[in-house]
């Protein structure tokens, strides 16, 4: 007679070994005569597809609500009439800072008078600078109010394009539809068309890490011990 | 084969399994951290473009420049303007908080007209065209009837172009009633007019003094110009120039001078004609300005070596002969000495007395009309008006005499006695009709509130062109409300003894937030409403119009730099009838001048002596403090909704007090449950108590915060003037 604690030193062992798993296999066997087996797989592989389906089509399109803008505008068409790029409309005022989205005024300079024949414009004008009321623009690049960001650094000082990370939206016909993110409030496109966050171009995503990327590449700064990164406090003021 | 519990299972770590391998928890938890920091309902700033406005501050008399600093149409800062002549780019507490009175929730935000009782807070809506319609038939009716000298305007001020507009309607409607709230440049005005012999405001050169002899003014603590003063407090310390601050209490001023020297309170008089007495035994003054330049020298020198010989001096006034002589020696030798008084901020009138004994200590050592010493400016001629026609009923009314009696009888040489105006009310020697109120809260800030809610029941039409619902604005029957400062065109002369005079101009910041209307405006309407003979005198079509055309040449340097300064007026003279500096100030009895004032009570009743302070910390003018001010304000000054009072600790053992035990604090005038703060720095056998506190009105910030000392004080009237004398009253606090 053996000890418990012997039978076990044996199936530790070698031969013991083997019967453990016989005795295991007998047991998986004689279930499966009656049991449930083919459905486990079945119900595991439902609840994962069903799980992959909704967190990859059906999620995205609850968080995100769809938003038409209030003008369709035109990109494309303005860049090729004005002279100076973006910075034409997206100015940098007198003081440096920069001026972000046109306001009213300084569209109505050309737009007092319906020029061209398409609709949009037509709104703009009857709707907007008619009734002297500012177009409430859905903008896609804007960011959490925590951050700080000086457009006049980067682009004035640094020398950065617009399409590094605003992408070719100047060569656009129409505005996409703005993704707003019901939780946050913020568009699609800081967090990225794809929810997987893969991203081929440098405006694909923008977020913390996309900012931090660029720096640490461009500046070669490691201002922060801790994460041997540009310091926190460089956008976080 | 069937689907049991297992199969369930299995779904569910398929189901998570997926879920691991789906961007939900990842993104949700990202979007989730973003949602905490930026909770959606905290409010963030709209970005825009930064401007900013050069205006000038009115929220008390001091007349500084700012610079407001706007994103977009959205005032975001207000700033003091570099290289304005009165603050040059600084800024006080109270002004750095202007921006909560503009945006904050005690706004008029339309005309209002009474629709309960008094007071009851029952207002209805009512259109700019229905209130000025029912003012003007409400004055026209009294100018039919006879009665136009019972209409009464209560002012803020009277420099400046919409106070001298109202004046102006009430001289050609017929009354002789403009009053503006009491303060010590009414006693400083008065002694001018009588040592000087002409209506002038007095300037101090105090940068250039090196000898500051302070009687109780509170130099860091709002005194004239708050921020030049305390600009000038620091480059004493750079120059070398000495403070000595003569105080019953050690305030801050007292604090931070090189010497603080306690004096009963009320005795300011007696140590001032004392240490004058010094110097003439001394033969201290300037003999050649004395000589040259003053009168009645002898008539003066006999009564203080007579009555205020340092012995008796020390006797009145509590201070030791010894510290008297050195520092009449002390003030005489300096070279730039001068001497203030007006206790704390100088929101009392004071006695004349008091005024014209601190004037004669400056006449003695010779520093007037010279650097570093004090002068006289003549009143503002800076606004050129148009004459005004007044008819036989304008003309007969305003010869009649004025409600608060100013100008006639035992006080010819008053203008404005407002502080007797509630009195003479209440108890019907005047009658009133209609009062407006500008700029000002006289049922919170005259003394003796009982007094004056009783006289405000006796007259029947009260009109505030208020901004704010005030305690005034509140006991309204009908409220006008003026475009804040920051919404309005407005010429702002200061009068706070700058070395020069400066007028600065506030413009519009932001445009008009509410369905408001600049009291000049409303005036002018009220005006054209009542059709000619009155309308005749006001021709111009706005406010705007009236100011530009009166400014004339000033307005385009004005709208361009903001302030204007008038070099020129500072011409070294005298207009009286000597032509010289009148010591005596045509008193036939000097002693009945530098009488003693008492305060009022009965010493057996009331042991103590209540006298209220000053504190930059504490708006006490028409403005209350906005909420920024209202947290600066130490626990030890306001604790909850309970005012402190400051009490020595000998005089608190006496009582059974100890540190935070309440108290009732009472007067002749009426009690309050109060805190008592022990602080040695209190002479024994007083109580101190801040001004501005115990609103009524106003926000929820504000209201029902501590005690109105004005509810406890009462008035006492200097027999040589009629102003208010008064620098406290007897007091008694009984265990609570």
Redesign the interface.
């Known amino acids: 007679m053996s000890t418990p604690d012997d039978k076990t030193k044996e199936v530790s062992a070698d031969a013991g070994g083997e019967e453990a798993v016989a005795s295991f296999e007998g047991v998986d066997e004689k279930e499966q005569g ?19 389906i ?3 089509v059906i ?2 399109k609850l ?1 995100y609500s769809q938003k038409r803008q209030p003008v369709d505008f035109n990109h494309a068409i303005h860049v090729e009439t004005v002279g100076n790029g973006c910075e034409s409309c997206h100015i940098f ?1 007198e ?1 440096g ?1 920069y ?2 989205v046109p306001k009213l005024a300084q569209c109505a300079d050309c737009h007092q008078e319906v020029q061209g024949e398409n609709p949009e414009e037509k709104i703009f004008v009857e709707e907007y600078v008619a009734k002297g009321k500012e177009v409430p623009w859905l903008v896609y690049s804007k960011q ?3 951050v700080f960001f000086s457009h006049t650094v980067h682009v004035k000082l640094a020398g950065m394009d617009c399409v590094t990370c605003h992408g070719p939206i100047g060569e656009s016909t129409s505005l996409k539809p703005y993704e707003e ?1 019901r ?4 568009s699609r496109d800081i ?1 990225g068309k794809s ?2 966050g893969i991203k081929k171009n440098s405006w694909d995503r923008m977020k913390m890490d996309d900012c931090a990327e660029c720096h640490e590449k461009e500046t070669g700064r490691k201002s922060s011990v801790q994460t041997d990164k540009d310091a926190c406090f460089v956008c976080h003021k | 084969m069937k689907i049991d519990r297992r199969c369930f299972l299995s779904l569910g770590i398929g189901g998570a399994a997926g879920l691991a391998l789906s961007p939900i928890p990842w993104k949700l938890a990202d979007d989730s951290a973003i949602w905490t920091q930026m909770w959606p309902w905290t409010p963030v700033p709209a970005d825009g473009e930064t401007t900013y406005v050069k205006s000038a501050c009115t929220l008390c008399p001091g007349g500084c420049g700012i610079s407001v600093r706007k994103v977009d149409n959205r005032a975001v800062k207000i700033e003091g303007m570099e290289g304005h002549p009165v603050n040059d780019g600084g800024i006080c507490l109270l002004g750095l908080s202007g921006l909560q009175l503009l945006y904050g929730p005690t706004r008029v935000k339309t005309p209002l007209k009474r629709a309960g009782e008094r007071g009851e807070g029952k207002w209805v809506k009512i259109t700019w065209e229905e209130a000025i319609s029912e003012v003007a038939k409400k004055l026209g009716d009294l100018r039919e009837n006879g009665e136009s000298s019972s209409v009464a305007c209560i002012s803020g001020t009277d420099k400046g172009s919409v106070p001298t507009l109202f004046k102006r309607f009430l001289s050609v409607y017929g009354s002789p009633n403009f009053m503006r709230m009491p303060s010590v440049l009414d006693s400083y005005e008065l002694a001018l007019s009588l040592s000087f012999g002409f209506a002038a405001q007095q300037g101090f050169d105090l940068e250039k003094a090196d000898f500051i002899l302070s009687f109780g003014s509170g130099i860091i603590e709002g005194w004239g110009s708050p921020v030049r003063m305390i600009r000038a407090k620091s480059s004493w310390r750079e120059s070398g120039g000495k403070t000595v601050q003569v105080e019953p209490r050690l305030s801050n001023t007292a604090a931070k001078s090189d010497k603080w020297i306690p004096i009963n309170p009320g005795t300011e008089y007696a140590l001032a004609l004392g240490l004058a007495g010094v110097i003439i035994t001394k033969s201290l003054y300037r003999n050649d300005f004395v000589k040259g330049s003053t009168s009645g020298f002898d008539k003066f020198a006999g009564l203080v070596l007579s009555a205020y010989t340092p012995d008796a001096v020390e006797k009145i006034t509590g201070i030791k002969k010894e510290t008297i002589e050195a520092l009449a020696v002390n003030f005489a030798r300096a070279a730039k000495p001068v001497a203030i008084c007006g206790r704390g901020q100088g929101r009392a009138q004071g006695s004349l007395g008091e005024l014209m004994a601190v004037q004669a200590l400056n006449a003695l050592v010779g520093n007037i009309n010279k650097e570093g010493g004090i002068f006289a400016f003549p009143n503002p001629g800076y606004m050129a008006w148009p004459d005004y026609i007044a008819d036989n009923i304008a003309a007969a009314g305003i010869k009649k005499e004025r409600a608060d009696g100013a100008g006639s009888g035992n006080f010819g040489y008053a203008k404005n006695l407002t502080n007797r105006f509630a009195e003479t009310v209440k108890s019907g020697k005047a009658a009133v009709n209609v009062l407006f109120v500008l700029e000002s809260n006289p049922l919170y800030s005259l003394s003796d509130t009982n007094t004056v809610k009783e006289a405000f029941k006796k007259i029947p039409f009260i009109v505030s062109f208020s901004s704010f619902m005030d305690e005034t604005a509140t006991n309204s029957d009908l409220i006008l409300p003026n475009h804040v400062y920051l919404e309005r065109y407005e010429d702002v002369y200061v009068a706070t003894g700058l070395s020069k005079p400066v007028v600065s101009l506030s413009k519009p910041v932001v445009s008009p937030q509410f369905n408001t209307k600049h009291a000049g405006d409303a005036l002018l309407l009220i005006a054209k409403k009542m059709g000619s003979p009155v309308a005749d005198s006001f021709p111009w079509k706005s406010y705007g119009a009236c100011l530009e055309e009166i400014l004339g040449g000033k307005w385009g340097k004005l709208v361009k730099e903001g302030f204007w300064t008038d070099s020129a007026s500072s011409a070294p003279v005298f207009k009286t009838s000597s032509g010289k500096f009148e010591f005596a100030g045509g008193f036939i009895d000097l002693a009945a001048l530098f009488a003693p004032v008492n305060a009022e009570g009965d010493p057996k009743a009331y042991p103590l002596l209540l006298i209220p302070y000053d504190s930059m910390r504490i708006a006490s003018g028409y403005i209350g403090d906005p909420p920024f001010a209202v947290k600066t304000v130490e626990d030890t000054v306001l604790k909850g909704k309970d005012a402190l009072v400051e009490v020595n600790p000998a005089t608190a053992r006496a009582g059974g007090f100890s540190e935070g035990s309440y108290a009732i604090l009472k007067t002749p005038k009426g009690s309050a449950k109060v805190k008592v703060h022990l602080f040695d720095g209190i002479m024994p056998g007083l109580v101190a108590m801040p001004r501005g506190l115990g609103h009524t009105a106003y926000d929820n910030y504000l209201a029902g915060k501590g005690i109105n000392v004005n509810e406890l004080i009462g008035t006492v009237e200097d027999p040589a003037s009629g102003l208010d004398a008064a620098w406290g009253i007897r007091a008694n606090l009984i265990k609570a």
């Open positions: 009656e049991g449930p087996g083919g459905f486990v797989i079945l119900f595991f592989i439902i609840g994962f597809v069903a799980s992959l909704i967190g990859w999620f995205p968080l005022r003081d800072s001026a972000g959490p109010d925590c993110n939780l946050t409030g913020y967090w929810m997987s």
